[in-house]
Each structure stands twice: as structure tokens, then as C-alpha cells.
């Protein structure tokens, strides 16, 4: 089944859609509800090497000093790399809406932005049959 409602592989040139992780209540229960995942099926598993590869390639963006203030980072592995989307809404992998940020870049800008703040606030709510029910 193709999840088009979903969005796009945050990689670029990738045409997939991601799934979503599934919520569960205080209970254990499965909560209808979602919270996107980023990368697709295949790249959260044995193509994960693409997307190091593509963060390693993109280094901090904010080098140049464009979020108001210059990073000073040394990068020296993915994992001190994040993608920050540039609009602050989690769903949009629009390329032109993604940024690779270090850890501490990434931090600053999404408190600076207040995306912190409206997180889920521009989530499209989907109806419940859409999700997996598991019993």
C-alpha cells in the first residue's frame, strides 16, 4: 500500500515516502495519531550510508553566518549534523525547505524561530482509518 498522503524522503532525488511512528497512550494502547518520520524505509535501514554521506557532503550551512550568528563546529561525523527545515513545519521535505545544521546550530535556530513552540501546530491531521490498528 503506498502512503500518499505521506511526504517525501527528506533525501534528495529520493521519490519514497516515509512512514510514520506510531503513538501509543499511557496504557500501552495504540493512540490514533503520528509523528512523520524524516527518511524513508530504506534509508533509515541499509541506506543510511546515504544520507551520512549527503549530511558529510552539505557540512553546516551556517558557516557563512546567514542564521545571524557564525558556526564554529569541526565535523568530523554525521551524527553531529542535523536537518533543520528552514520553514519550521516538520512535513515539508520540499529540498529548497531543508538545511543540514550542526547539533548546536540546529538547537539555536529552531529556539531562535520559536519552531519549538508550533512543532505540531501546522501538522495535517489525517483521519484515524488512514493508521494501522493493531489489537
Same mark, same amino acid.
Given at each position: 500500500?503506498?502512503?500518499?498522503?505521506?511526504?517525501?524522503?527528506?533525501?534528495?532525488?529520493?521519490? +519514497? !515516502?516515509?512512514?510514520?511512528?506510531?503513538? #501509543?497512550?499511557?496504557?500501552?494502547?495504540?493512540?490514533?495519531?503520528? =509523528?512523520?518520520?524524516?527518511?524513508?524505509? #530504506?534509508? !533509515?535501514? =541499509?541506506?543510511?550510508? @546515504?544520507? &551520512?554521506?549527503?549530511?558529510?557532503?552539505?557540512?553546516?550551512?551556517?558557516?557563512? @553566518? %546567514?542564521?545571524?550568528? =557564525?558556526?564554529?563546529?569541526?565535523?568530523?561525523? *554525521?551524527?553531529?549534523?542535523?536537518?533543520? %527545515?528552514?520553514?519550521? &513545519?516538520?512535513?515539508?521535505?520540499?529540498?529548497?525547505?531543508?538545511?543540514?545544521?550542526?547539533?548546536?546550530?540546529?538547537? !539555536?535556530?529552531?529556539?531562535?524561530?520559536?519552531?519549538?513552540?508550533?512543532? #505540531?501546530?501546522? @501538522?495535517?491531521?489525517? *483521519?484515524?482509518?488512514?493508521? +494501522?490498528?493493531?489489537?
Amino acid at each position: 500500500m503506498t502512503n500518499l498522503w505521506a511526504p517525501k524522503c527528506a533525501l534528495p532525488d529520493c521519490i +519514497e !515516502r516515509v512512514s510514520y511512528h506510531k503513538k #501509543y497512550d499511557r496504557t500501552g494502547q495504540q493512540a490514533p495519531g503520528y =509523528k512523520w518520520k524524516m527518511f524513508c524505509e #530504506y534509508h !533509515r535501514g =541499509k541506506g543510511k550510508t @546515504a544520507i &551520512d554521506n549527503w549530511k558529510i557532503n552539505q557540512g553546516c550551512s551556517n558557516t557563512d @553566518a %546567514h542564521h545571524g550568528f =557564525k558556526c564554529t563546529s569541526h565535523i568530523t561525523k *554525521p551524527g553531529q549534523l542535523d536537518v533543520n %527545515h528552514i520553514d519550521g &513545519d516538520r512535513h515539508n521535505n520540499n529540498p529548497a525547505n531543508l538545511e543540514v545544521l550542526c547539533r548546536v546550530c540546529h538547537q !539555536r535556530v529552531t529556539t531562535d524561530n520559536g519552531h519549538h513552540l508550533t512543532r #505540531y501546530a501546522n @501538522a495535517t491531521h489525517l *483521519p484515524p482509518e488512514l493508521f +494501522e490498528v493493531t489489537e
